[in-house]
């Protein structure tokens, strides 16, 4: 009975007071950052970056500028390396504990996005893996999520092998997606979320008065038998 709720429409209530409560919340501070960023790099705050959604249809994606305007001027989409120089300071901050992807509250409303689902990639790296990853497609039959099973296990994701660690956990989220699953990951994001703040926080203490390491707060992609791979970083954008 709880399972035909989540599925014939009660996921989607949820998604629709959740993001509507989380973006009344969320105004001030998103204002704040809108703010902080124009401040820091010249260039709008508020990007929007094409994505591929539930049936491979393409859809704006919005989110904060975390990297100066021009980061992808000359190279097209790309991953950003450790210690990418084309982050900015407040978008290290943001990158952090995830702020940056709060306006995509208004994907969910919008019905592009959920609050829970695999997260959305970008055309050329979706193309190129589902060349490359059994079953990536698969991730393409729901809609995607601000947060998921596999972000809230591996973070960000920077190589072909941390992608392909993260479609297992995607893939497998697909076979349990419920009511108490969803409720788990929410969650587990606060916790991670917030988990990362601090860690920034004691990285920027211990760093004051030297250069900023842009990605300090990249963690490791922990795998399912529990032994974190070599490969750490974040996705461009």
């Known amino acids: 009975m709880a399972r035909s709720l989540y599925c014939c429409g009660g996921k989607r ?3 629709l007071l959740g993001a509507a409560a989380s973006l009344l919340l969320a105004a001030v501070p998103l204002a704040a950052c809108m703010v902080l960023i124009r401040m820091e790099t010249p260039g709008a705050a508020l990007i929007g ?10 859809f704006r994606l919005w989110k904060l500028r975390t990297m100066r305007a021009d980061a992808e001027r000359g190279t097209g989409p790309c991953f ?14 943001l990158r952090a504990w995830h702020g940056d992807e709060l306006p995509q509250l208004w994907n969910v ?18 193309a190129r893996f589902q060349r490359v990853i059994p079953g990536y497609e698969r991730r393409h039959t729901v809609r995607p999520g601000i947060t998921g099973w596999a972000q809230v296990h591996c ?5 072909l092998d941390a992608t392909r660690l993260k479609t297992r956990y995607d893939l497998a989220y697909l076979e349990l997606a419920g009511w108490s699953c969803d409720w ?38 922990r795998s399912i038998s529990g032994t974190p791979p070599t490969s750490r970083g974040i996705a461009g954008g």
């Not at 950003?80 to 901050?93: K, L, Y």
């Not at 019905?111 to 979706?126: K, N, Q, S, T």
């Not at 973070?155 to 190589?159: D, E, F, I, K, S």
């Open 184 to 221: 788990r990951i929410c969650c587990r994001t606060w916790v991670v979320a917030s988990a990362a703040l601090r860690r920034r926080r004691h990285i920027e203490r211990r760093t004051r008065g030297r250069a900023p390491e842009a990605n300090a707060h990249s963690r490791p992609c």
């Open 80 to 93: 950003a390396a450790e210690r990418d120089p084309r982050v900015t300071r407040i978008g290290g901050w």
């Open 155 to 159: 973070g960000y994701a920077a190589t």
């Open 13 to 15: 209530l949820w998604d």
């Open 49 to 58: 970056q094409w994505r591929v959604g539930r049936g491979g249809r393409p």
């Open 109 to 126: 409303l919008r019905g592009e996005m959920r609050l829970v689902g695999p997260r959305p990639e970008r055309p050329d790296f979706a």
